[in-house]
């Protein structure tokens, strides 16, 4: 038999409107013996790779009892798919024809009327809900563990890097290697490019790797975009949960919802900014930083731009500069080189310029040294070229010139000054020092008519022993030295300061050699109101507000002497936090003392039963009175009469001391009889008792106690050591490297020189102190072992009771130990109480540093 035949594509195999499938209409002309076939025929249709020989395709389709009239058939081919569903791919295809068991030769080429369900170098999947459409490589499509539906390739890929669009309606468009594994994911082009989660997608490059839901790569080299997150572009770029990379080279925002601008290494912690720059860091909620190089912001601070600079305190800003540090809370930095801002609300500025304390201005244009706050609220300014106030021109030599109107409540004029000259004025108000011998009847007339205001105001900064605000002297029998008259309520008759910081310094002095004379002579003549006679105040820790001297050799004589009808006969008040601070202080030097002889004697003349010889009150942490003797008694009260008092101290103070007694060479205290205390009773040494003794509060030894059984009430065991800086109770501290022997906030992760947690926060006590020595001004109690409350930092990791914690990021607080051989030599303790991931706040802690 000889056949002629003809292939033409099948366009619908069934009623209008189905879709097309794989099967084609072959018609053909049978001759046998050289004359048109008639009758039925058995024909198999077998599909080859090549035209002799190859590998055969699919399943034979076997079509037995054909009619054949006049040698013409006409028959449809695959109609069961018996070819299979890659039989056409784009590959050429040859037909092998068999009647009645004979096959027929040669084998006929397809032509493309078989192709025509495929555009060219395209090619469709049949699928009984949604074809997938596959073009470029043969290669290309789903892998073979995949069974996706509505995938689209448009083109790329090779037989070694295929593109697989492996999930369902996913789409590559083109490239090499690239891979779909998400639903509805979407790969633009690029090579080697991964969508790993539905909805994700990649519009390019190179080996990037869209690993979340709904996160986004839009080109570059290696990056990697988490949930929701974005990397536009660049290299080595990571993108965390909601966070945005917009380009740059290996910068990483490794927190939720932080922002890289670009640049280069930079990092955004959750919710940070980094606008680009280098090695930078915005490692806390909201932090932060504009640009630069090796910028740090922490928490809530911000820095605009320069290089190392480092914003650790919340609410902290730096605008620029170099190497400039603003760690206080809200403080602020506006540039510069090796600023500091250490105190809340603290401000430097220039160079070196260093606010180390709360609410400090500082601002130094000199360039080879530190220019450092000395305590708060201070407003400095170091300017070798003078400072000017309404005026861009100061004067030569001048530290301050001020165009314009003063108002000062005291001054001090040196030019031209000299021992015994008087301050004089001319019409024009012009001052000048003369000679008191110089012609000039009345020297200098003060007076004043503010209410509130100083008739005579003296003001004194040498420390010599005998410096004085306002000194006078009276060589004659029956003179005064200071004669001061005060006629309103509020006004002082004398007012003296002394502002000195060491020395023995007076604010007002007065001297007399007569036997009957007073050194100091105070009148104050006002019938309402508090009117003072003589007031003092000093600043310095070892000042007198007030000091007289009496010379005389014999007589009743007094250094000062005080006397009321209706108001105190002397008034001691004292705002100093120094040790020694005192309302009234007296001292009694004498070798040979008498026998009632005392620093302070107080007496009671009356015969009513209310009388107090001696009575002190402190609103602060002093002592009401304080008493101090080298031979006699520190402070002797006498009452006669009725239940009067001899010695009677008061203080309002939960610190404070009634009365305060130590000896550091025998007894503090001696009872001869018993001994009632209805508060604390604080002895500075051995306490001998011959009675009973009774104490409803608390018993301070300052020496040597022996007891049976002690109990403390408080928690912990602390020791009061030196700070360099401000803390609150509740803050972890560690080993300053700056000051020998001081503390300060506990700064970065892992911190080995912890020390120790401030006592008393969330108002649990401290159990017992260590350390309370005299002359430390600026201590703070350190918990070294027992319970007590610690600010912890729970942001990336929460903390549950039996956690260890060690320092955090965050200045002052604590973290839960996730990298436990780094942690050795760094941990606090064990964790107590919990709290929750995300948050910051006070966990109870069991110190027990190792």
Known sequence: ????????????????????????????????????????????????????????????????????????????????????????????????????????????????????????????????????????HKSNGPGNEHDPLGITIGGGGSGVDPQRANASYSTISGGLGNTAQGAYASIGGGLHNNVIYDNGTIA??????????????????????????????????????????????????????????????????????????????????????????GNYAYSEAAVAGGSNNHAGGQFAAIAGGTGNVADGAASAIPGGLGNSAMGTYSFAAGHQAKSLHNGTFVWDGELFSDFASTGEQQFLVRAYGGVGINTNAPAQGAALTVAGLTQTDGFRMTTGAAEGYVLTTDANGAGTWRPASGGVPNPLVLTGDQPGGAVILGKNTATGDLSAGVAGYATGPGGIGVYAQSDDPSSTGIWGRATAETGITTGVLGQTYSSEGRAVFGLALGSTGKTYGVFGRTLT????????????????????????????????????????????????????????????????????????????????????????????????????????????????????????????????????????????????????????????????????????????????????????????????????????????????????????????????????????????????????????????????????????????????????VADYPRAQGAIIGKAMTALENGTTGLVLVLVNLQ
Not at 112 to 127: C, F, H, N, V
Request: net charge negative.
């Open 1 to 136: 038999m000889t056949l002629s035949a003809g292939l033409t594509a099948l366009l619908a195999s069934g009623t209008v409107g189905q879709t097309a499938g794989p099967e084609f209409t072959y018609q053909g002309h049978l001759k046998q013996a050289g004359r048109p076939f008639n009758g039925n025929a058995d024909f198999e249709f077998r599909l080859f790779d090549a035209e002799v020989g190859g590998t055969q395709i699919g399943s034979p389709v076997m079509l037995p009892g054909v009619p054949v009239a006049a040698g013409l058939f006409t028959v449809r081919v695959n109609e069961a798919g018996e070819f299979g569903s890659t039989a056409f791919n784009g590959d050429a295809r040859w037909l092998e024809v068999s009647v009645n068991g004979t096959p027929l030769s040669p084998r006929q080429a397809l032509t493309s009327a078989p192709y025509a369900l495929a555009l060219p170098g395209m090619r469709t999947k049949e699928r009984p809900d949604s074809p997938n459409v596959l073009g470029g």
């Open 204 to 293: 390019g490059g190179v080996e990037n790797v869209s690993a979340g839901g709904s996160a986004f790569v839009g080109g570059g080299w290696d990056n990697i975009a988490a949930e929701a997150g974005v990397v536009a572009g660049g290299f080595h770029n990571r993108a965390s949960f909601h966070a945005v990379v917009g380009g740059g080279d290996n910068n990483n925002a490794s927190h939720p919802h932080g922002s890289i601008v670009g640049g280069y290494q930079n990092t955004a912690e959750i919710r940070g900014f980094v606008g680009g720059g280098n090695n930078n860091h915005a490692a806390g909620g909201n932090a932060f930083v504009g640009g630069g190089g």
């Open 541 to 816: 820790d070892q000042g007198v507000g007030v000091r007289g001297e009496a010379l005389a050799d014999s007589g009743i004589t007094y250094g000062g002497y005080f006397t009321s009808n209706s108001g105190d006969g002397v008034y001691g008040k004292t705002d100093s936090s120094a040790t020694l601070a005192a309302g009234v202080r007296g001292m009694l030097n004498s070798n040979t003392p008498g026998a009632l002889s005392a620093g302070v004697h107080g007496r009671v003349e009356s015969t009513g039963d209310q009388g107090i010889g001696v009575y002190g009150v402190h609103a602060g942490d002093g002592w009401g009175v304080y008493g101090q003797t080298h031979g006699g008694r520190g402070v002797y009260g006498l009452a006669s009469a009725g239940q009067g008092v001899g010695v009677y101290g008061a203080s309002s103070s939960n610190a404070g001391y009634g009365g305060y007694f130590r000896n550091t060479g025998g007894v503090a205290l001696k009872v001869e009889g018993g001994f009632d205390a209805n508060s604390t009773a604080t002895i500075g040494g051995e306490l001998t008792v011959a009675g009973a003794t009774t104490i409803n509060d608390n018993l301070l030894v300052d020496g040597t106690a022996t007891v049976d059984v002690l109990q403390i009430t408080g928690a912990d065991l602390a020791e009061k050591f030196p700070v360099s800086e401000d803390a609150q109770p509740g803050m972890l501290m560690a080993i300053d490297p700056q000051h020998p022997g001081n503390l300060c906030l506990a700064r970065g992760a892992y911190n080995r020189c912890v020390a120790g947690v401030v006592s008393g926060a969330n108002a649990l006590p401290v159990g017992a102190v260590l350390g309370n020595l005299p002359g430390q001004q600026r201590t703070l109690p350190i918990a070294l072992t027992g319970r007590v409350w610690v600010y912890c930092d729970a942001t990336d990791l929460a903390i549950v009771p039996g956690d260890l914690l060690t320092t955090a990021s965050r200045p002052g607080h604590a973290m839960k």
